[in-house]
């Protein structure tokens, strides 16, 4: 059994990253970037104008000629004398000699000339070219996750294709004897089995989007047989159940016998603690607990780090925070605890129901409150550590 620190840190060395893949700008939602990327061209390419208004030569003038007009997608070769302005339109081309555009409810105008009531400074309400970015310098940095606006701003720039990291493909294996699909009739002995759907929510929290679930009966032939198919598919594989010391768990044993290498066994942790971790080729196992709790916490702590480590991420760990604590807590244990808790913005709040098997606060959690396995008790108002989940 080892420590949550040496969890950690064995799953973080033996986490590679996946090989990289070239895409289309408007598929890499949710990728990381494989390679920096270099603009193409300015943005803006030219200068705009950053409102519907006149724009002019600023001078001590307040009454201008209309010589023309500027509409978005136009390019205008006017060139303005010191006593001229044109009409222009928000994203429009601004006249090389022309410095300053006024905004058009600051001017009184009829068919020929202007008269601005309200001068602005010089050079406003002009986007000036490569004011968001220039030519040849970089727009993202590799590692850099691909979101919404990312995708927008490449678009923007005419770049059609990025290099990203493929995501890994990923498993679950549900194990039980005990279990039954919702919709199914409940029979005396039996449990709904929740699992596999939960772990495939929260990888899709971190980008992953397909995963494929498996189940199997507890017995070692039908368990290694399950397993040697997915470990020659996927990349990423989450067991769920079947990893403690019974008589019908057959996780560990099956892993084994298909030449998975074990890298540890069992961490110093409640909830959570009977977790194996191993490796094949570079196909990553998770062993987690069948208890729901544990399964997700253990997911959280080691599992999600993981996989946003083989996706390229450059922080694969969300950053803890510090909050005071609202009441006292006792470790008698000699374990690390990860406690079920919700915090605002001074304090937090453990919560009730904090069983392995209980799934009713961790709906309602928004964070895992961490006491050391050397930290016998805090006291209220005590700061404390949490590892936010929502």
């Known amino acids: 059994m080892i420590k949550v620190e040496e969890a950690i840190a064995i799953i973080e060395a033996n986490s590679v990253k996946m090989p990289s893949k070239r895409i289309s700008v408007n598929k890499a939602l949710g990728y990381v970037l494989?390679?920096?990327?270099?603009?193409p061209i300015h943005m803006?390419?030219?200068?705009?104008?950053?409102?519907?208004?006149?724009a002019f030569t600023h001078s001590i003038r307040h009454q201008y000629d209309i010589v023309g007009i500027s509409q978005a997608g136009d390019h205008s070769n006017i060139k303005l004398k010191s006593t001229e302005a044109i009409r222009i339109f928000t994203g429009a081309f601004v006249p090389d000699n022309a410095d300053t555009v006024v905004m058009q409810e600051h001017v009184m105008a009829n068919k020929n000339s202007i008269l601005i009531a309200t001068m602005p400074e010089k050079n406003a309400n002009v986007r000036l070219k490569g004011e968001q970015i220039g030519k040849d310098d970089v727009v993202f940095e590799a590692n850099t996750l691909l979101t919404p606006a990312a995708i927008g701003f490449l678009a923007c720039l005419g770049i059609t294709e990025v290099e990203v990291y493929k995501k890994p493909k990923a498993a679950i294996l549900v194990t039980g004897n005990e279990l039954v699909q919702p919709g199914e009739k409940l029979k005396k002995g039996k449990i709904f089995e929740s699992n596999s759907v939960?772990?495939?929510a929260a990888l899709q929290t971190?980008?992953?989007?397909?995963?494929?679930?498996y189940r199997v009966k507890d017995n070692l032939k039908a368990t290694k047989k399950a397993l040697k198919s997915l470990l020659s598919k996927y990349d990423i594989i989450l067991i769920s159940g079947g990893i403690s010391v019974g008589d019908y768990d057959f996780v560990k044993e099956a892993l084994l016998q298909n030449d998975v290498t074990e890298l540890f066994y069992k961490?110093?942790?409640k909830p959570g603690k009977p977790m194996f971790f191993g490796s094949k080729n570079e196909t990553l196992v998770f062993a987690l607990p069948g208890n729901p709790a544990s399964s997700l916490t253990n997911f959280y702590v080691y599992a999600a780090p993981a996989v946003?480590?083989?996706?390229?991420f450059s922080e694969i760990y969300r950053p803890k925070v510090v909050r005071k604590l609202n009441s006292d807590i006792k470790n008698n244990s000699g374990k690390t605890l990860f406690l079920k808790a919700k915090y605002?913005?001074?304090?937090?709040?453990?919560?009730?129901g904090q069983s392995s098997a209980m799934l009713n606060t961790f709906a309602v959690a928004n964070s895992l409150l961490i006491v050391p396995e050397n930290v016998e008790s805090y006291q209220k108002d005590q700061l404390v550590t949490l590892l936010p989940i929502d």
């Open 44 to 54: 803006p390419p030219f200068r705009q104008s950053a409102m519907d208004g006149y």
């Open 198 to 200: 939960m772990l495939e």
């Open 34 to 39: 494989a390679e920096k990327v270099i603009s």
């Open 267 to 269: 961490i110093n942790q």
């Open 308 to 312: 946003k480590k083989r996706m390229g």
């Open 206 to 213: 971190i980008g992953i989007q397909k995963t494929k679930i």
């Open 344 to 352: 605002d913005e001074t304090s937090v709040t453990v919560l009730e």
